[in-house]
């Protein structure tokens, strides 16, 4: 084995054991990203390996191999001596880790997509861990509740936004990788992993949520004429004004009732403080964002 690639594997044990110490649970990947050690039933039944997932006490079953124990990290690198990286599962305890990864393709805007998302749910991300990708992409990482199976999804959320969840796995900071190295990223190798905004949550969560609201809140239902909405944006206080007023242009086009309540939306923003041109930009957005003409 090259000298790189001893350097590459002795780092990336390093940084395993390091997040294992943290409470994430690791195991050993290729340089292709993929789980360094192969299964030990590839050889046999074609149902076998999907059956087994780890009870047969040995390694390569991908990421439920992953582990804590120092000990048993150690075992697995020194099964796999051509590893350059680490993944660290995801949906396990304690920190029910949720991987947002924001991919970057030519066509897509990922960030944008998120900030979209983010203004129209009415959800910030909170600081937290974040993992850059040679390609230029980006890791967020969030926890979840222990009752909540996030499942994995790819561009289910938006284009280009793929969520690693519970059988998942994020690559590591440290990893190195055919594509180059992942980093932390400047100020949030300190931070631990921030809660999941509840509104991101159901998002994520399959089914789509069954809607039982309570009146009063961001997501009580409009009345048909849309009067609940309209309620909604007086309630806006100085910071909240376009996002109320976006929030229910949005269910205002989604209930049928968008060009309807387009008067009625303008004169209670104007009335919360908003000019007229920054009413009709906003709810001109929110059309665009739901597939209507504004």
């Known amino acids: ?149 996030v499942p994995n999804s790819a561009g289910r959320l938006a284009p280009g936004i793929d969520i690693r969840g519970a059988g998942g796995y994020l690559v590591g900071p440290g990893s190195r990788t055919r594509g180059g190295v992942y980093t932390t990223a400047p100020g949030t190798s300190h931070l631990p992993p921030a809660p999941c905004p509840p509104a991101l949550l159901r998002l994520l969560l399959p089914p789509p949520r069954p809607h039982h609201p309570t009146p009063g809140t961001p997501d009580a239902p409009s009345t048909p004429d849309g009067r609940g909405l309209i309620h909604f944006v007086l309630a806006a206080h100085e910071g909240q004004r376009n996002t109320r007023l976006f929030w229910a242009a949005c269910r205002a086009y989604e209930n049928g009732i968008g060009p309807a309540l387009l008067g009625p939306l303008l004169e209670a923003a104007q009335a919360t403080g908003l000019t007229e041109r920054e009413a009709r930009t906003t709810i001109a957005s929110a059309a665009r964002m739901t597939g209507h003409r504004p």
């Open 1 to 149: 084995m090259a000298t790189t690639d001893r350097q590459a594997t002795t780092l990336a044990l390093a940084h395993a054991l390091s997040a294992a110490e943290r409470g994430l649970a690791v195991i050993p990947l290729s340089r292709t990203k993929l789980p360094a050690l192969r299964s030990p039933h590839r050889a046999g039944p074609p149902a076998e390996p999907l059956s087994c997932h780890g009870e047969c006490g040995r390694f390569g079953h991908g990421v439920h191999d992953a582990s804590t124990d120092p000990a048993r990290i150690r075992e697995l690198f020194a099964a796999a001596p051509w590893a350059t990286g680490y993944g660290i599962a995801c949906g396990l305890p304690p920190h029910h880790l949720v991987g947002v990864d924001l991919d970057t393709q030519a066509e897509t805007d990922s960030s944008a997509a998120l900030r979209e998302l983010a203004l129209r749910h009415l959800f910030t991300i909170p600081p937290t861990v974040v993992v850059l990708t040679p390609s230029g992409g980006r890791h967020l990482w969030l926890t979840g509740p222990p009752d909540a199976v």
